[in-house]
């Protein structure tokens, strides 16, 4: 089969695609290490202690953050046989994921019930439990999308880049609270940098961007939902099963 000169054009484009998957990975990394270095990273180092659960919840998030690196420096190397038949395993580690999340939000509630009473108990869960759900469907997406890959590397950029809300709101040099200009400015980085390249690239911003970036806004939206009565019945009902 003859390939024209517009078969490679589009050839090249589709690895500059790939490619710059690489750096956005690295930059979620990135991203992670400094939001999560006060709190877990630094401490750890310094031979401080931590429940076995948030160890475990730490090692499957990096793990998750590790496998995703792998996943695009396959594709953007052309490995995309080794790439598909690992993809079945990132899948299950994000399942994995949020079992772990939410195992490891409702030990911390239980504590905090015990510690803090009802009220910052239900309210330190909320953030947790609605990151999983905003989480889950774009894994899902690109699970079910896996065979058509300009939806599956963006629906995994996406899903990667809500789980950066924890790091992102860490970040103390970002103000205690952080304001929502600065938030989103950070919060989203990867998946803005990944517009601008298909704009730059194609001229084009792909829906999954729109989908994940109102996504993020609708989970800083629906915050104020974890002080409202119908969410303190709730976790009034849920700990029934503590006591």
Request: charged share 15%; glycine share 6%; hydrophobic share 60%.
């Amino acid at each position: 089969m003859t390939t024209t000169p517009a078969d490679a054009v589009g050839s090249r484009a589709t690895a500059r695609t790939r490619r710059v998957f690489v750096p956005l990975a690295l930059l979620a990394v990135v991203m992670a290490l400094v939001g999560f270095w006060p709190t877990y990273f630094g401490p750890l180092l310094a031979g401080k202690a931590a429940t076995v659960l948030v160890h475990v919840h730490a090692v499957v998030f990096v793990g998750w953050l590790a496998m995703f690196v792998t996943q695009a420096a396959l594709a953007a190397n052309g490995r995309i046989a080794l790439h598909m038949r690992l993809g079945p395993w990132l899948f299950a580690f994000g399942m994995l994921l949020i079992v772990i999340g939410v195992a490891t939000t409702l030990a911390r509630f239980d504590n905090d019930l015990a510690a803090n009473g009802l009220a910052l108990a239900a309210r330190r869960a909320y953030g947790p439990l609605r990151d999983m759900v905003f989480f889950a469907p774009f894994l899902a997406a690109g699970w079910i999308c896996r065979r058509r890959p300009e939806i599956h590397k963006r629906c995994m950029l996406v899903a990667t880049t809500i789980l950066l809300v924890a790091a992102v709101g860490r970040m103390r040099f970002l103000g205690t609270p952080p304001s929502e200009v600065w938030f989103f400015s950070v919060w989203p980085l990867p998946v803005y940098i990944a517009m601008a390249h298909d704009y730059v690239t194609k001229r084009l911003i792909h829906p999954v961007y729109v989908l994940g970036v109102l996504a993020m806004v609708a989970m800083r939206l629906v915050l104020p939902l974890r002080t409202t009565q119908p969410w303190l019945d709730f976790a009034a009902w849920l700990a029934t099963f503590y006591r």
